[in-house]
C-alpha cells in the first residue's frame, strides 16, 4: 500500500551542490507536483506535470527542474542549491483534475 | 488570485475541550475545499474535504461545512485528545489552466495537553 513515496527523507546540501529528490506513485495517478513548506506560508506549488513527457511551472519554479519520462516517477532537481531553498518538499499526485491530492512523506532538505 | 487565510496559532487546549480553526478563502470560481493534517514529523494527510456549498465533510470527529454566503470551512472538533496535537491546513482547488492544483493556508498549529 505505497502510495507516494519520497526519497530521501532528510538531507544536508553545501550550496552549489546539485540533487535529485525522488518521488514516484503506484496509483497509475495522471497528475504529480511538487510543493514546498515553508513556515507561516503553507505549501506552495514548485512544478507539476499532467502526464508522461508533459511538465509546467508553478508559483515558485526558479532553481528547480523536473521531468516526466514515466506515469510512475517525477523527479525534481536542484541545479545549484541555495540556503533560500532550506525547506520541506512534499510531492504530490491525483487521478485527474478535480480529484483527491495524495502527498508523500515529504523530504527534509538543509541547504549550508 | 485565489486564497485562502487561516487563523494564526498556536492553539493550545486541554484534552476534550472544544476545537475550531477559522478558515475563509477568496475564489473566482466554486472550489472543492479541503483539511489537511500533518502530524510531527510526517506528511500531509487528508482530514476532510467538501466540494460544494452547503456540503460537511466529516472524519475522525472532525467537521467542517462549506459556507459560499461567509466563503468559509471553519474545522471544529466537540472534544479533542492529545492525539490531535498537529498543524492543519485548510486549502482549495484551483482547476484553472487545466491543472488541479492546490492553494494551502499558512496552517494552524494545535497543542493539546492532558
Known amino acids: 500500500n505505497a502510495g507516494v513515496t519520497q526519497t530521501p527523507k532528510f538531507q544536508v546540501l553545501k550550496t552549489g551542490q546539485s540533487m535529485t529528490l525522488q518521488c514516484a506513485q503506484d496509483m497509475n495517478h495522471e497528475y504529480m507536483s511538487w510543493y514546498r513548506q515553508d513556515p507561516g506560508m503553507g505549501l506552495r506549488l514548485i512544478h507539476y506535470?499532467?502526464?508522461?513527457?508533459?511538465?509546467d511551472q508553478g508559483e515558485v519554479p526558479n532553481g528547480y527542474n523536473v521531468s516526466r519520462s514515466t506515469t510512475e516517477d517525477f523527479p525534481l532537481r536542484l541545479l545549484s542549491a541555495a540556503p533560500s531553498q532550506t525547506s520541506v518538499y512534499f510531492c504530490a499526485s491525483s487521478q485527474g483534475s478535480g480529484n483527491t491530492i495524495y502527498f508523500g512523506e515529504g523530504s527534509w532538505l538543509t541547504v549550508v | 488570485g485565489d486564497s485562502v487565510t487561516q487563523m494564526e496559532g498556536p492553539v493550545t487546549l486541554s484534552e476534550e475541550a472544544c476545537l475550531t480553526i477559522?478558515?475563509?478563502?477568496?475564489?473566482?470560481?466554486?472550489?472543492?475545499l479541503f483539511w489537511y493534517v500533518q502530524y510531527p514529523g510526517e506528511g500531509l494527510q487528508l482530514l476532510l474535504k467538501a466540494t460544494k456549498a452547503d456540503d460537511k465533510g466529516s472524519n475522525k470527529g472532525f467537521e467542517a461545512t462549506y459556507r459560499k454566503e461567509t466563503t468559509s470551512f471553519h474545522l471544529e472538533k466537540g472534544s479533542v485528545q492529545v492525539s490531535d496535537s498537529a498543524v492543519y491546513f485548510c486549502a482549495l482547488s484551483d482547476v484553472s489552466g487545466g491543472y488541479n492544483k492546490l492553494i494551502f493556508g499558512a496552517g494552524t498549529r494545535l497543542a493539546v495537553h492532558p
Open positions: 477559522n478558515c475563509t478563502y477568496t475564489a473566482t470560481g466554486y472550489p472543492s
Open positions: 506535470s499532467v502526464g508522461a513527457g508533459i511538465t
